[in-house]
């Protein structure tokens, strides 16, 4: 199947500072990417999702934007807190959801 | 309280055996799915449902079975067949037809040997 890649694997922020994750995917008829967060333990978490006719969107302290010229999208968390920590998936949809190895994110208090 | 429901949390079995995952969802959605997730790995798709007493098998289905009886539910079996069985294994369900915002369980994190 088609792939998506996620950078970084790993990021650490102090609180209040923001992070970004980028995926980039190679299906040109992906027109779905959601962003999920996973604690340690649970089921990925729906966090926020962007549509192919949207170029950005927010949600509080969350936003993700798409290009789908060059193929990538990022997820933005502004004011980070600890409990944003968590690992966190994007994926891309067309006919089946494809998934990203994922970044674990540590906010350091 | 709607959601989606895995049982067990945990599982340990012996080499050889069948074992089978519950998945239960309230939320009156139609398609069902099961996922795999081994560390450093994002999730792959083991079988998938769209409809009651119809399913399709995913990017990695070899080793596994499933079952659609009802809507509420989409059981896994891991079986013999399955050489690294050993994973995190996540059900996964969805409003629409296709695979758009999927809701998962819990999880349960089976351990052969």
């Known amino acids: 199947g088609e792939n998506v890649e996620q950078h970084p694997s790993t990021l650490s922020v102090q609180e209040g500072d923001s992070a970004v994750i980028k995926c980039t995917y190679s299906d040109s008829a992906s027109n779905y990417f959601p962003w999920y967060k996973q604690e340690l333990g649970k089921g990925p978490q729906l966090i926020i999702d962007?549509?192919?006719?949207?170029g950005e969107k927010k949600d509080q302290r969350i936003a993700v934007t798409l290009n789908k010229t060059a193929k990538h999208f990022s997820l933005h968390i502004t004011e980070t807190q600890p409990e944003d920590s968590a690992v966190y998936f994007c994926a891309s949809i067309d006919r089946d959801m494809r998934f990203g190895a994922g970044t674990r994110l540590t906010v350091k208090p | 309280d709607g959601g989606i429901t895995q049982s067990p949390k945990y599982l340990f079995r012996k080499e050889g055996q069948n074992v089978t995952l519950s998945c239960e969802q309230n939320?009156?959605?139609?398609?069902m799915y099961w996922y795999r997730q081994d560390p450093g790995q994002g999730l792959r798709l083991i079988y998938y449902?769209?409809?009651?007493?119809?399913?399709q098998k995913g990017d990695i289905a070899e080793g596994y079975s499933v079952s659609r009886e009802k809507k509420e539910s989409f059981p896994l079996t891991v079986t013999s067949a399955q050489k690294n069985p050993t994973a995190f294994y996540l059900c996964a369900s969805s409003p629409r037809d296709g695979p758009y915002e999927q809701y998962f369980g819990p999880g349960t994190r089976l351990t052969v040997t």
């Open positions: 939320l009156n959605h139609d398609a």
């Open positions: 962007i549509r192919s006719n949207v």
């Open positions: 449902s769209q409809i009651v007493n119809d399913f």
